[in-house]
């Protein structure tokens, strides 16, 4: 069987899935550089000339960017521009910056200031004084993927990376004024709720449901039908969505992770149409991953969830791209992922990014101001 004849045995073989990106941002005061609770007035700033691209989030500090499905590299970096530019034009037009970080750097949250929609305060009433200073910002990925129940199989495939891309996205080192010794602090926070982190291992849709149906009664999940796991099938579009990344700053590394991600579902996909329902990682074992990626970050070393050893995560990384190779370079995605893991060789993640702001010696207000600069792709005049 000659190499042509492979690859029409293998599910990527034809048009890249469509891909598309949420991205949330803090809002902040130029002055104080601490949190703003003016997301509903950015909001509706930016619905004339963005529709519903620019959209509220949890809580009032923050504003949440979405794409259009895309589908090459360029039209999704063109896409994020769009967007982005849109929200900072009407942050801008509010007196304040945009500040793409995993957690805020300065200022402290209030739960009065979560935003106005039935199920933000249907989890304050559920999870109380876990929500007072809940404000973290992500990026998520979707993945076109319709069949919700290859999309839950694929979910397993996934598992033993996300501690991993954890770490590629760090971003979220400082903490209301303070270096939390972290590179995402944003994981720590999220790993304290029972709702939030990497899915169960499950062994079809029906069991991925049941599982969060249980999880619902219990009270530890809001709603069955909208988990909040790292992995999910969208409960309203047709796509797989990873969510387990903090927000970045640099549109070309969150195009980059974007690309690597659709490599890895589409890869996962291959092996699940070929019979493989993915490895069995223990929860345990997978929790402890995410603590050492959020502690150690980039360039650190973390567990490799597959086989229990602790490795460099440029190793890690090395063997992830080795492990979706054939997808990359079928799409054209691989010299995108390979310039980003040059960038993170000569400058790291932005955990690292951010603690050379604060190194500069204008401190945590000039790591603000570094973030606003970096956020903002409108030129100004």
């Known amino acids: 069987m000659d190499g042509q004849e492979k690859r029409e045995n293998h599910v990527w073989n034809g048009d890249a899935p469509t891909l598309g990106v949420e991205e949330e941002y803090f809002l902040v005061h130029p002055g104080t550089r601490g949190l703003e609770p003016a997301g509903a007035r950015v909001v509706a700033r930016a619905a004339a000339t963005a529709g519903e691209a620019v959209t509220g989030e949890f809580t009032q500090y923050q504003v949440e960017g979405r ?53 933000y305060r249907a989890g304050s009433d559920q999870y109380r004084a876990m929500l007072d200073d809940f404000a973290v910002s992500a990026f998520h990925v979707h993945v076109h993927l319709p069949e919700r129940e290859l999309a ?79 992995v999910r099938p969208n409960p309203r579009l047709p796509t797989l969505e990873v969510r387990s990344m903090d927000v970045l700053a640099d549109i070309d590394d969150t195009v980059a992770l974007t690309v690597l991600i659709r490599a890895l579902v589409v890869t996962a996909a291959d092996r699940v149409v070929r019979g493989d329902p993915g490895p069995r990682v223990g929860a345990e074992l997978l929790r402890a991953a995410y603590w050492r990626a959020a502690r150690d970050g980039w360039p650190g070393s973390g567990v490799d969830a597959l086989s229990g050893r602790v490795l460099p995560a440029p190793e890690q990384a090395e063997r992830l791209v080795r492990h979706v190779r054939p997808v990359l370079e079928a799409y054209g995605d691989m010299g995108e992922v390979s310039a980003f893991l040059r960038r993170l060789a000569a400058r790291g993640t932005g955990a690292e990014r951010q603690r050379a702001w604060a190194r500069d010696g204008a401190g945590p207000a000039g790591v603000v101001d570094a973030l606003v600069r970096a956020t903002d792709c409108v030129s100004v005049p």
């Not at 049941?210 to 530890?220: D, G, I, P």
């Open 67 to 119: 794409t259009v499905p895309c589908q090459g590299t360029e039209e999704l970096r063109e896409e994020l521009r769009r967007v982005r530019a849109a929200a900072v034009t009407a942050t801008r037009a509010e007196g304040l910056g945009l500040c793409a970080s995993g957690t805020p750097v300065l200022g402290a949250s209030r739960r009065e200031d979560i935003g106005d929609h039935p199920r």
């Open 152 to 230: 839950v199989l694929v979910g397993n495939h996934l598992r033993p990376w996300l501690p991993l891309l954890v770490a590629l996205s760090a971003n979220s080192p400082f903490h209301e004024g303070l270096d939390t010794g972290y590179a995402s602090w944003r994981a720590v926070i999220r790993g304290r709720f029972p709702c939030l982190g990497p899915p169960p291992y499950a062994e079809s849709l029906d069991h991925h449901e049941r599982l969060a149906t249980a999880m619902a009664e219990s009270e530890a999940m809001l709603e069955p039908g909208m988990p909040f796991w790292d």
